[in-house]
């Protein structure tokens, strides 16, 4: 029941992230605001998660995890219910509001839920691969709820919140047992975790560069009016997350190939999607680069937790899900910049530099058994 229920927390986190920049286009037309004013506030909401990555998983170990998650929740919860009135009353100032509850807030969710895995993840490493499988359910999730409801921002506001409310209630009765922790030695970093985190960084500064871009970038060069944009956006995001969500399901297969190897793979899908993304003409072709890009994105989180256990121990795990927050703020907050192609290009030449330094990094114990 309470991995379960994690996976529905984390789905849910996902999911209302998505649904946010999936509006993104809407948004800009909706407040009367410049693209740049809204990258900069979703960019600099998010580093509030920074702050939140040292704290909540402290609290965790105080207060435990059900109030952590509660307290995640109702972040959530008031983050939607403000987005919503926000639209509803066309003010830029409660979209803030609304971002900074997510900042603030929600900011626990991340981190939490992670460490849980991580420490059940033992020498069962498709546990990663099932942490990694509900981010990607998320992510499908929203488009689904905004097709299914309505492109209507309150309905599908009201929706998320009924669902919240559920999970919310389900939490509340719920018992986590005590997790036991990862098999390190000591607190301090074994060599290479440095190399993990600047890894992780820049791939999900990658994520957050084609999210937040995406709806203006395929917009402007289709011609689409806001509603088409909207759905071609949440189609889009739906193939995304299928494609991602369907790959890891071979989690047993995949644990097979030692993580360099699949994080290899994940910069060659990278690197052809975002080529084909920058050159499409047609919509299969655009189809195409997204079903590239999700299955290298696939590939990335779950790999490179699995170089990381072994090499930290569980109250540094939190750093994992600050460099991912980081380095997605940071890509939303480049988006703002004209010149895409150059941006993401970069990008990718900074995870091929960073993936290099993975060859020479001294095995664990966790390694050695994926080889085995």
Same mark, same amino acid.
């Given at each position: 029941?309470?991995?379960?229920?994690?996976?529905?927390?984390?789905?849910?986190?996902?999911?209302?992230?998505?649904?946010?920049?999936?509006?993104?286009?809407?948004?800009?037309?909706?407040?009367?605001?410049?693209?740049?004013?809204?990258?900069?506030?979703? =960019?600099?909401?998010?580093?509030?998660?920074?702050?939140?990555?040292?704290?909540?998983?402290?609290?965790?170990?105080?207060?435990?995890?059900?109030?952590?998650?509660?307290?995640?929740?109702?972040?959530?919860?008031?983050?939607?219910?403000?987005?919503?009135?926000?639209?509803?009353?066309?003010?830029?100032?409660?979209?803030?509001?609304?971002?900074?509850?997510?900042?603030?807030?929600?900011?626990?969710?991340?981190?939490?839920?992670?460490?849980?895995?991580?420490?059940?993840?033992?020498?069962?490493?498709?546990?990663?691969?099932?942490?990694?499988?509900?981010?990607?359910?998320?992510?499908?999730?929203?488009?689904?709820?905004?097709?299914?409801?309505?492109?209507?921002?309150?309905?599908?506001?009201?929706?998320?919140?009924?669902?919240?409310?559920?999970?919310?209630?389900?939490?509340?009765?719920?018992?986590?047992?005590?997790?036991?922790?990862?098999?390190?030695?000591?607190?301090?970093?074994?060599? =290479?975790?440095?190399?993990?985190?600047?890894?992780?960084?820049?791939?999900?500064?990658?994520?957050?560069?084609?999210?937040?871009?995406?709806?203006?970038?395929?917009?402007?060069?289709?011609?689409?009016?806001?509603?088409?944009?909207?759905?071609?956006?949440?189609?889009?995001?739906?193939?995304?997350?299928?494609?991602?969500?369907?790959?890891?399901?071979?989690?047993?297969?995949?644990?097979?190939?030692?993580?360099?190897?699949?994080?290899?793979?994940?910069?060659?899908?990278?690197?052809?999607?975002?080529?084909?993304?920058?050159?499409?003409?047609?919509?299969?072709?655009?189809?195409?680069?997204?079903?590239?890009?999700?299955?290298?994105?696939?590939?990335?989180?779950?790999?490179?937790?699995?170089?990381?256990?072994?090499?930290?121990?569980?109250?540094?795990?939190?750093?994992?899900?600050?460099?991912?927050?980081?380095?997605?703020?940071? =890509?939303?907050?480049?988006?703002?910049?004209?010149?895409?192609?150059?941006?993401?290009?970069?990008?990718?030449?900074?995870?091929?530099?960073?993936?290099?330094?993975?060859?020479?990094?001294?095995?664990?114990?966790?390694?050695?058994?994926?080889?085995?």
């Amino acid at each position: 029941m309470a991995v379960a229920l994690i996976s529905l927390i984390t789905a849910l986190f996902t999911s209302w992230q998505m649904a946010q920049y999936i509006y993104l286009p809407a948004l800009e037309s909706h407040f009367s605001s410049g693209y740049t004013s809204l990258a900069t506030l979703f =960019g600099l909401s998010s580093l509030l998660f920074l702050g939140g990555n040292i704290f909540w998983p402290k609290l965790m170990v105080k207060a435990g995890t059900k109030t952590v998650l509660l307290i995640g929740v109702t972040g959530l919860g008031l983050s939607a219910l403000t987005f919503v009135i926000a639209w509803n009353e066309e003010s830029f100032f409660l979209l803030t509001l609304s971002r900074l509850a997510y900042g603030f807030l929600a900011s626990a969710l991340p981190p939490v839920t992670l460490s849980y895995r991580l420490s059940l993840a033992g020498t069962n490493e498709s546990t990663l691969f099932g942490h990694s499988q509900a981010l990607n359910f998320g992510r499908f999730l929203a488009p689904v709820l905004i097709a299914v409801f309505s492109p209507s921002v309150p309905v599908l506001g009201i929706s998320f919140l009924a669902i919240l409310g559920i999970t919310a209630l389900l939490t509340s009765v719920s018992h986590f047992p005590k997790t036991q922790s990862q098999n390190s030695a000591a607190e301090n970093f074994l060599p =290479g975790f440095s190399h993990i985190i600047a890894f992780i960084l820049v791939s999900a500064a990658f994520l957050g560069l084609v999210q937040t871009s995406l709806g203006i970038f395929v917009s402007s060069k289709l011609g689409l009016t806001q509603a088409e944009t909207v759905s071609l956006i949440s189609i889009l995001f739906i193939v995304s997350a299928a494609g991602a969500f369907g790959l890891q399901s071979f989690k047993s297969l995949l644990t097979k190939f030692s993580p360099v190897t699949l994080l290899t793979v994940s910069i060659l899908f990278l690197s052809l999607g975002g080529v084909t993304l920058l050159n499409f003409t047609t919509r299969p072709v655009l189809y195409f680069a997204i079903a590239l890009i999700s299955l290298g994105l696939a590939l990335i989180h779950p790999n490179a937790n699995r170089l990381a256990v072994g090499r930290t121990s569980q109250g540094k795990t939190g750093l994992l899900s600050g460099a991912h927050i980081l380095g997605h703020a940071i =890509g939303t907050t480049l988006a703002g910049i004209p010149a895409i192609s150059w941006t993401m290009g970069i990008l990718i030449v900074l995870q091929i530099v960073s993936l290099i330094s993975f060859v020479k990094l001294p095995q664990t114990g966790k390694d050695q058994h994926a080889h085995a």
